[in-house]
């Protein structure tokens, strides 16, 4: 039980304490009627019994303790619901938060070792299983159990007999529902594994349909979909049949504690060792308790079905993040020193690289497919850490630096570009309300696309799709780099920033990445050699290692791989069309 409270409240059990306390005496509470009917039952029953008297004034006080019951219980209740689901609802949205900026800290590596609808999944359903479980089942299993052994012990002192027949068929419903809480969690495991693999292909349908248009797959693709969908189906009808029945048959168990108990309490009443009064009394507290016990029974099962959630939530939460504690004020240049990184043990992707990247120069990664060149930028922004080797910023190793802190100096421009839905303006200025319309307007003409964001009808107000979706690749492009341009930093990364350009805009933008460099560090993956023909820098990969080094004057009269990927790319560049 412990163990799902620690989960469940993300390590902070001390949570519950108010939600349960006030449960416990909402329950007990809630036993006051039962108490004013068997003592009313008893002042009446005095007028049948020597010396047959009517206590009227008791009777009275009953009646007005009734009524007044009744505005207390309402005060309670109200008191009650907001430390239960008021403010359950606050702390589970504080989770959320939380839970989205635990992601944000964990490395890129950390996301692609996962399913894309994993924390999808996860963030949907298990954060509304741990809200339902906080607002409910928690509290009311602890209160309710403490409530339900208080009344053990006093009815079983007071009469054990009485106490063996409304109590004794508990251990074995219990017993029954920690197995179904087994079957149960077995089965709730794997719908969650259905869950996540059907918002996995949701999730893959979705963004790979412009593919499976292009190739006339919409047909398979959704046969992949249907079969996730019917799998979750399947699995959770599974979980409901098992589950189900046995919950009913031992829920009929523990509603069967009321003939037990009347047909106990009439074979005492007619032994003599109980008296009518009380054998009235234990019948109405029977009924009561009977709604306690099933509250007990049925949350055993209930939790052990939600315990997948606060583990998958939990594995998330406890996962180790990036290390590191110092702070870049300025971080202008970087010095690998014998730099090694795999994904995978024995799969060297970077083996032993050595470099560095001088301040306010243009330093360009270049090399055939797969040598690594966009993971040594990653690097660079600390998607992953290296396993060898040191990289420097400003004399200090990155990985000793506070995430936050080294990306404060760097921008990057990925190849795939993402635009977020909103407006162009949203996505240029990214939340920096300090940009005002001038530098925005001059970065997005360093960027050139200045021009056909000003000939939309709604100019920088347009709102684009998810994506960029209603953008080219090349504009798409375009914003992402103006939106790098803006980020006042040291180092710009740029990931074949103009891999989607037509060849006026490519030279244009080129211009305006060689004026930057005079200003920042550039670090550049370019594979069309000509967009850095004018860097101060060339490191020329090839599985994983750098293999040359210097600029393209001196490459040129070289017969290394640079010389060769250059005149691959220049005969390429020399076929013309001719008019037949």
């Not at 869950?195 to 349909?209: P, R, S, V």
């Not at 019917?230 to 003939?259: N, Q, Y």
């Not at 007619?270 to 009977?290: E, P, R, Y």
């Not at 330093?363 to 990653?378: D, N, Y």
Request: aromatic fraction near 10%.
């Amino acid at each position: 039980m412990f163990q799902i409270i620690r989960q469940f409240t993300f390590h902070r059990p001390k949570e519950i304490i108010q939600p349960t306390v006030w449960l416990f005496l909402s329950q007990a509470f809630s036993m006051l009627p039962a108490i004013l009917a068997y003592m009313a039952i008893y002042t009446l029953g005095q007028a049948f019994v020597p010396p047959y008297t009517l206590d009227l004034q008791l009777l009275i006080t009953l009646a007005a303790t009734g009524l007044g019951y009744i505005l207390l219980q309402y005060g309670i209740e109200m008191i009650t619901y907001y430390f239960t689901y008021g403010r359950a609802y606050s702390d589970t949205a504080k989770k959320r938060v939380a839970y989205i900026q635990k992601l944000r800290r964990q490395p890129l590596g950390f996301f692609s070792s996962k399913e894309s609808g994993e924390l999808i999944s996860s963030f949907a359903n298990d954060f509304s299983n741990v809200e339902y479980t906080l607002c409910y089942w928690l509290p009311y299993s602890i209160g309710v159990g403490v409530l339900l052994a208080i009344c053990i012990v006093w009815i079983s002192i007071y009469n054990w007999r009485m106490g063996v027949a409304m109590f004794g068929m508990l251990p074995v419903c219990a017993a029954l529902m920690f197995g179904i809480a087994r079957i149960k969690e077995k089965h709730s495991r794997q719908v969650m594994a259905a869950k996540t693999h059907a918002a996995t292909q949701i999730n893959e349908y979705l963004y790979g349909m412009k593919d499976l248009k292009a190739y006339h797959r919409t047909g398979d693709g959704f046969h992949a979909l249907e079969t996730a969908m019917r799998k979750l189906r399947d699995e959770s009808l599974k979980e409901e049949a098992v589950a189900g029945s046995l919950s009913t048959l031992c829920s009929s168990l523990v509603k069967f504690i009321v003939p037990i108990t009347a047909a106990v309490g009439l074979y005492l009443l007619i032994g003599g060792t109980l008296s009518v009064l009380d054998f009235a009394g234990f019948l109405v507290l029977a009924t009561k308790l009977v709604e306690a016990e099933l509250m007990i029974v049925t949350s055993i099962s209930a939790l052990r079905g939600m315990l997948p959630s606060g583990e998958r939530l939990d594995k998330v939460m406890t996962t180790d993040e990036p290390t590191g504690k110092e702070q870049i004020e300025t971080g202008n240049s970087y010095s690998f020193e014998n730099v090694s990184f795999h994904y995978a043990k024995g799969q060297e992707i970077i083996q032993g690289v050595s470099f560095d990247t001088p301040s306010g120069l243009l330093t360009a990664l270049v090399g055939p497919s797969g040598s690594g060149k966009s993971t040594l930028l990653r690097l660079m922004a600390r998607f992953w850490d290296y396993q060898a080797g040191h990289i420097w910023m400003n004399g200090k190793d990155i990985r000793e630096v506070q995430t936050d802190s080294l990306l404060s100096n760097i921008s990057m421009v990925m190849q795939n570009a993402y635009l977020f839905r909103g407006t162009i303006r949203d996505n240029l200025c990214f939340g920096n309300e300090s940009i005002t319309e001038e530098q925005m307007i001059n970065a997005c003409k360093q960027a050139r696309c200045h021009g056909f964001i000003s000939a939309l009808p709604e100019g920088y107000d347009t709102v684009v799709g998810e994506g960029g979706a209603t953008l080219s690749g090349g504009e798409r492009q375009r914003i992402s780099l103006a939106r790098a341009f803006l980020k006042d930093v040291p180092i710009l990364l740029l990931d074949e920033p103009t891999a989607s350009l037509d060849a006026d805009n490519e030279a244009m933008v080129q211009k305006a990445l060689d004026e930057i460099s005079k200003e920042r560090t550039v670090i550049m993956i370019a594979h069309r050699l000509k967009t850095v023909r004018s860097a101060d820098q060339i490191l020329v990969l090839q599985d994983g290692k750098i293999v040359e080094k210097g600029t393209h004057n001196q490459f040129a009269g070289q017969k290394g791989l640079y010389a060769r990927l250059w005149g691959l790319q220049s005969q390429a560049g020399d076929y013309t069309f001719k008019q037949s």
